[in-house]
T-cell receptor
Framework: EDQVTQSPEALRLQEGESSSLNCSYT??????LFWYRQDPGKGPEFLFT???AGEEKEKERLKATLTKKESFLHITAPKPEDSATYLCAVQDDKIIFGKGTRLHILP | ETGVTQSPTHLIKTRGQQVTLRCSSQ?????VSWYQQALGQGPQFIFQ???????GRGNFPPRFSGLQFPNYSSELNVNALELDDSALYLC???????????FGPGTRLTVL
């Protein structure tokens, strides 16, 4: 059965304290892996698409990487405005989302 | 460039009723996907429409149905509402079926 597991479920960091979020997946044929940010009560906001192992994408303080079994979202020197739920999704013949990691950055 | 819009924002229905949710896709996008998101969970795929045809369906019963119109806007219909249907319903549009999706703000459905 295709699965997407995100860890940790929740993470509290001090402002400036870098960390990584994990997304592990088991799908028969990966066609793409997506990262989204979701603020409370809003729709997910697209961040990155990764297609093949070894690929990396960066945007401001965020960097996403991909291996054959997992993806990491690295957050460097986060700020309070980075607080949100980060969702990972994988696509084979349909899109499967993980439950997300709730990130809270303390000032 | 106009983003994805959804209506209504909030909706309260009673068990057994029917509901229609609407979505306007982002300009230039020909694919619309619908998701159900329960509190504290990730979005669950309901179905996808590509050029007015259903292009994949998740594990949802037939009382969840949809339409896509020639202008690529879409509707989600849910019949015989159940209490467990209470959730945030998200619409996402994309250019093609394999590219990144852009989400609307969602419709919060409460079934009493």
């Amino acid at each position: 059965e295709d699965q997407v597991t995100q860890s940790p479920e929740a993470l509290r960091l001090q402002e400036g304290e870098s960390s990584s979020l994990n997304c592990s997946y088991t799908v028969s044929g990966l066609r793409g892996l997506f990262w989204y940010r979701q603020d409370p009560g809003k729709g997910p906001e697209f961040l990155f698409t990764l297609y093949s192992a070894g690929e990396e994408k960066e945007k401001e303080r965020l960097k996403a990487t991909l291996t054959k079994k997992e993806s990491f979202l690295h957050i460097t020197a986060p700020k309070p405005e980075d607080s949100a739920t980060y969702l990972c999704a994988v696509q084979d013949d349909k899109i499967i989302f993980g439950k997300g990691t709730r990130l809270h950055i303390l000032p | 460039e106009t983003g994805v819009t959804q209506s209504p924002t909030h909706l309260i229905k009673t068990r057994g009723q029917q509901v229609t949710l609407r979505c306007s896709s982002q300009s230039g996008h020909n694919t619309v996907s619908w998701y159900q998101q329960a509190l504290g969970q990730g979005p669950q795929f309901i179905f996808q429409y590509y050029r007015e045809e259903e292009n994949g369906r998740g594990n949802f019963p037939p009382r969840f149905s949809g339409l896509q119109f020639p202008n690529y806007s879409s509707e989600l219909n849910v019949n015989a509402l159940e209490l467990d249907d209470s959730a945030l319903y998200l619409c996402a549009s994309s250019l093609g079926t394999r590219n990144e999706q852009f989400f609307g703000p969602g419709t919060r459905l409460t079934v009493l």
